[in-house]
């Protein structure tokens, strides 16, 4: 379908330049790894859905949820960005309330191009109703390509995925002369900048 070709297109060309950001999580000490979720299951569901269509899992590699999105965002959410957490939630319900409004079903059970049509509205203000749609997708969206894109050590970036997507080898002490040839891909290093004492070796 053409809209979905054109929604995938645009998701896959925003990740090197997302790939680059640094997360808010890194600017704290990381809090340990939550026991429960800050999300609700429906808030759960609402948010895999808006990921996995922002970046999807398909012929081009993993997606923003099997990337480790959702668990960063969590993570987040209960530590570093502890006093974003009640707009966050209050993002997730608009969207669901939107969906319920303008498609008379939640956000996370509408076909993928429902789903499509409603992010696109949020993203360029079409989204009539829904109040600061453009600040909420353009937030979901930072976090969710910090999450595919960040150190493991903050929750995201499962196995790598992220990083091996774009072909970042991982942080290393030195380089040797061969790989500074660039004539070969560098091998990855597949650890946290934090240390692999922290459990983020794999």
């Known amino acids: 379908m053409q809209h979905d070709h054109k929604v995938r297109t645009l998701s896959r060309r925003s990740l090197i330049a997302g790939a680059a950001l640094v997360p808010v999580a890194a600017l704290a000490p990381a809090a340990p790894a939550a026991t429960q979720s800050v999300f609700s299951a429906a808030d759960h569901k609402t948010l895999e859905a808006f990921a996995a269509r922002l970046v999807p899992n398909d012929e081009l590699g993993p997606g923003a949820v099997e990337c480790g999105a959702l668990n960063y965002i969590d993570q987040a959410l209960a530590g570093a960005l502890a006093d974003e957490k009640t707009s966050f939630l209050q993002g997730l ?110």
């Open 93 to 202: 319900a608009a969207l669901d309330a939107y969906s319920r409004k303008t498609n008379n079903a939640a956000f996370a059970e509408l076909p993928d191009e429902k789903k499509d049509a409603i992010l696109t509205a949020m993203d360029t203000g079409a989204a009539e109703g829904f109040e600061n749609a453009r600040a909420v997708f353009a937030r979901f969206r930072r976090l969710i390509l910090e999450g595919m894109f960040s150190d493991p050590y903050y929750g995201g970036n499962t196995e790598f995925r992220g990083w091996d997507m774009i072909r970042y080898p991982g942080p290393r002490v030195a380089v040797g002369a061969e790989e500074q040839q660039m004539r070969t891909p560098i091998k990855p290093y597949r650890r946290s900048a934090l240390g692999a004492n922290n459990g983020h070796q794999s």
